[in-house]
């Protein structure tokens, strides 16, 4: 079971996550409710999926997708997410600067997958605003609880960025007050 930080708050998540069939296939789009799918199925089947009766639409990247592939269908979606295939692959972080600075997306923008505590931070620089955490396998509910409470505090790590990012696009040296003469 993972859990969701969104907008730095604990929440339950409404979103039902499609994957591909273990034979690669397509996977069944249930009829209703929010559902998050792979780009490959967004390619081939968009406007059939918009055509649902009931829920919103999401489409999730991998880390080595082309996030302009979703450029004229921004307003047609709900939520972004991009998938970390292990804690070291940083392509989605340039994923996100790229939809939120290039493409202007405004709408959620969620990390899953390998997605740690140590991470928070600079995800969020980089205009990430819900994170699923990789809660690993058998942790009892209690302790899932008390581990994304903690992971919360990722966010007061740093007081203050030297760097544009697009959480805060001047860098220190600009955002300074001038000194009186």
């Given amino acids: 079971m993972a859990t969701?930080?969104?907008n730095a708050n604990i929440t339950?998540?409404?979103?039902?996550?499609l994957d591909w069939a273990a034979d690669g296939g397509l996977p069944t789009v249930p009829a209703t409710g929010d559902v998050l799918i792979p780009l490959g199925l967004w390619r081939g089947l968009a406007e059939e999926l918009l055509e649902r009766k009931?829920?919103?639409i999401g489409v999730w990247l991998d880390s080595h997708e082309d996030p302009a592939?979703?450029?004229?269908?921004?307003?047609?979606?709900a939520l972004i997410a991009v998938r970390f295939p292990q804690f070291t692959d940083g392509r989605g972080y340039s994923i996100a600067r790229l939809l939120r600075e290039r493409q202007g997306w405004k709408g959620e923008l969620r990390a899953f997958g390998d997605v740690q505590r140590d991470q928070l931070h600079y995800l969020a620089r980089c205009g990430f605003d819900a994170f699923e955490l990789n809660d690993g396998i058998?942790?009892?509910q209690e302790d899932l609880l008390?581990?994304?409470q903690a992971a919360l505090s990722a966010f007061r790590d740093f007081s203050d960025s030297y760097q544009a990012a697009v959480d805060q696009p001047l860098p220190l040296y600009r955002r300074r007050v001038p000194e009186a003469a």
Wanted: charged share 35%; hydrophobic share 35%.
């Fill in 4 to 6: 969701l930080i969104k």
């Fill in 12 to 17: 339950i998540d409404s979103w039902q996550r």
């Fill in 54 to 56: 009931s829920g919103r």
């Fill in 69 to 77: 592939e979703l450029a004229d269908s921004l307003d047609r979606i």
């Fill in 138 to 140: 058998d942790v009892p």
């Fill in 146 to 148: 008390r581990s994304a």
